[in-house]
């Protein structure tokens, strides 16, 4: 049968036949992908179970990638900003391991900030107390107003982090949501859960048309959230109190210096990581309800007990699981909403950008924004698959917290557009023409790219004579990156209340089984949702442990 060796990650036997593990048993947990969650997921079993994690690219980390803009400017193509990781357990059980391999992260004491085509600006600090007296000065209880939100924040922390940090059908829920329905009573606690339905739009009626109100309009953008829908106005401010409280951490040298860092703990507690793998199926058992192994695209099968799958629905069921008799979660998985594309901009530039206020230079996540119309109309133009007439355009300023990714007095820029339609069919502004067939062509996404920085050149005139290099990256572009951002969507599909918490990806699933006994499903398609958090994965490892 070829020649029998010992598998170095302490699995019990491989048969090679032609270089090509056949039947390769031993592995009690096969995860697919390698984003964060695949890989927090991996790092917490391999400490007492043999795991293998195949990643069909040729680098570990999903989302977290870092490349070279030019010589000397390191940048982050996808994802970039570890807030959720920090506000979670996830931080506090693998960062001491995440340091001994050489992982660190960095922010400023401004996170985030706004500033509107009028001049007009607003900065949140890390100062809570500072953050009420600059927005008192803005807008007449503006200031007090954020108090009373980050206050109200505190003080439901326990039901808000505990639904996002505990999987929704368990003993450990069950006991949360019976210990508030004891302490606030029945009343209380169903008129918390409706205000918590409250749109973005409703919550910052009160700020009237000014810079406070503007701060806070792009933020539900960020978890795939527009401001009408239902949610929207707590998910902004839970954003927000974790900015005020933890900053917008960022990897040092990049993103991927975080994946290298889990695929470095998943090595070291003996388990295996091989890039460059791309899982075609998973086999079912002689039974027909268990899985048995999964197959390579390359030919290789390999034995195993559970397959744990970081992908979208579409990925799982039109792919993965495609022999298997499965016609409610098949159709489950037709129907189930994709988000909305974003597009990403990258810059390495001379100089810093001159924003018109000083205190803009160190914000790390600062928004040209005009409040919540413009939110609205964007986030509808997009919906409709039109480019946006004046999108709502995030601007990353990495060098300012992590002054390694570029030469010295030079900096590097991100540009995230979360509100791209995934197929063109017009152009708001009329001024881009568009492609008969609704592609993003690369003509398309240049036109757009330009229409971005004349915003940003509004605001800093002769920021175009500073760029040294410029990336765009259209959805399309994004998808072809990573597999799970279906139509340039990284938030794993819609995030509105119909496939939010239980109902993410689909009420049939509890928690993270799929419709297959062995097969769990993780990522940002299920609960706790997008960003990287890493919990969908710590909680998955946490049960099977």
């Known amino acids: 049968m070829g020649e029998s060796l010992l598998c170095p990650a302490g699995c019990r036997r491989f048969w090679f036949a032609n270089g090509k593990g056949v039947g390769v048993r031993g592995y009690d947990h096969v995860v697919v992908g390698s984003g964060v969650n695949a890989l927090v997921c991996a790092a917490l079993l391999a400490e007492d179970h043999r795991v293998l994690v195949l990643e069909r690219e040729d680098v570990v980390g999903g989302t977290?990638?870092?490349?070279?803009?030019?010589?000397?400017?390191?940048?982050?193509?996808?994802?970039?900003?570890?807030?959720?990781?920090?506000?979670?357990?996830?931080?506090?059980?693998?960062?001491?391991?995440?340091?001994?391999?050489?992982?660190?992260?960095?922010?400023?004491?401004?996170?985030?900030?706004?500033?509107?085509?009028?001049?007009?600006?607003?900065?949140?600090?890390?100062?809570?107390?500072?953050?009420?007296?600059?927005?008192?000065?803005?807008?007449?209880?503006?200031?007090?107003?954020?108090?009373?939100?980050?206050?109200?924040?505190?003080?439901?922390?326990?039901?808000?982090?505990?639904?996002?940090?505990?999987?929704?059908?368990?003993?450990?829920?069950?006991?949360?949501?019976?210990?508030?329905?004891?302490?606030?009573?029945?009343?209380?606690?169903?008129?918390?859960?409706?205000?918590?339905?409250?749109?973005?739009?409703?919550?910052?009626?009160?700020?009237?048309?000014?810079?406070?109100?503007?701060l806070n309009a792009p933020w539900p953008l960020h978890a795939g959230l527009g401001p009408e829908q239902p949610f929207s106005g707590q998910m902004g401010q839970i954003m927000t109190f974790a900015l005020e409280a933890m900053g917008a951490?960022?990897?040092?040298?990049?993103?991927?210096?975080?994946?290298?860092?889990?695929?470095?703990?998943?090595?070291?507690?003996?388990?295996?990581?091989?890039?460059?793998?791309?899982?075609?199926?998973?086999?079912?058992?002689?039974?027909?309800?268990?899985?048995?192994?999964?197959?390579?695209?390359?030919?290789?099968?390999?034995?195993?007990?559970?397959?744990?799958?970081?992908?979208?629905?579409?990925?799982?069921?039109?792919?993965?699981?495609?022999?298997?008799?499965?016609?409610?979660?098949?159709?489950?998985?037709?129907?189930?909403?994709?988000?909305?594309?974003?597009?990403?901009?990258?810059?390495?530039?001379?100089?810093?950008?001159?924003?018109?206020?000083?205190?803009?230079?160190?914000?790390?996540?600062?928004?040209?924004?005009?409040?919540v119309d413009q939110v609205s109309k964007a986030t509808n133009e997009a919906d409709r698959g039109v480019l946006p007439e004046r999108p709502t355009v995030c601007v990353g300023q990495p060098s300012a917290a992590?002054?390694?990714?570029?030469?010295?007095?030079?900096?590097?820029?991100?540009?995230?557009?979360?509100?791209?339609?995934?197929?063109?069919?017009?152009?708001?502004?009329?001024?881009?023409?568009?492609?008969?067939?609704g592609a993003w062509s690369e003509a398309v996404r240049e036109a757009y790219a330009d229409r971005v920085e004349a915003m940003i050149e509004a605001h800093a005139p002769g920021f175009g004579e500073t760029v040294i290099a410029r990336k765009a990256y259209a959805p399309t572009d994004l998808e072809a990156m990573n597999i799970n951002l279906e139509g340039g969507d990284p938030y794993g599909g819609w995030c509105g209340v119909d496939q939010f918490f239980l109902f993410r990806p689909f009420g049939l699933h509890k928690n993270h089984n799929s419709a297959v006994p062995g097969v769990y499903h993780i990522g940002a398609s299920t609960h706790p949702g997008p960003g990287l958090s890493g919990m969908s994965g710590y909680l998955l490892a946490k049960h099977l442990k």
């Open 64 to 214: 977290m990638r870092t490349g070279t803009l030019a010589e000397g400017f390191t940048y982050d193509p996808m994802a970039a900003t570890f807030l959720l990781m920090h506000a979670s357990p996830v931080y506090a059980e693998l960062s001491k391991a995440l340091a001994r391999h050489g992982v660190s992260f960095a922010t400023t004491d401004t996170p985030t900030g706004v500033l509107m085509a009028d001049g007009r600006s607003a900065v949140l600090t890390r100062d809570r107390a500072a953050n009420i007296a600059a927005f008192n000065g803005l807008h007449a209880g503006a200031g007090d107003t954020h108090g009373e939100e980050m206050g109200a924040v505190e003080a439901n922390a326990a039901l808000l982090f505990g639904l996002f940090n505990n999987r929704l059908l368990s003993l450990k829920a069950l006991t949360l949501m019976a210990g508030q329905l004891w302490s606030r009573g029945p009343r209380a606690l169903r008129a918390s859960l409706g205000e918590a339905l409250a749109t973005n739009r409703h919550r910052l009626d009160v700020y009237g048309d000014d810079p406070v109100a503007a």
């Open 249 to 371: 951490p960022i990897g040092k040298g990049g993103a991927a210096r975080v994946a290298e860092g889990l695929r470095a703990i998943i090595e070291e507690r003996r388990g295996v990581v091989r890039t460059g793998a791309d899982v075609d199926k998973i086999d079912q058992g002689s039974d027909g309800r268990h899985v048995a192994r999964i197959h390579l695209a390359d030919g290789e099968s390999i034995d195993c007990d559970s397959v744990i799958c970081s992908v979208t629905p579409g990925q799982l069921y039109g792919r993965l699981l495609r022999e298997w008799d499965l016609p409610e979660a098949t159709r489950a998985a037709g129907r189930y909403a994709k988000g909305r594309g974003n597009m990403q901009i990258h810059y390495a530039l001379e100089r810093p950008v001159d924003w018109p206020d000083p205190a803009l230079a160190s914000v790390q996540l600062l928004h040209l924004c005009d409040g």
């Open 402 to 437: 992590d002054p390694s990714r570029c030469p010295d007095g030079k900096a590097v820029l991100w540009v995230q557009l979360p509100e791209c339609p995934r197929v063109v069919k017009g152009d708001a502004a009329g001024t881009i023409a568009v492609e008969a067939d």
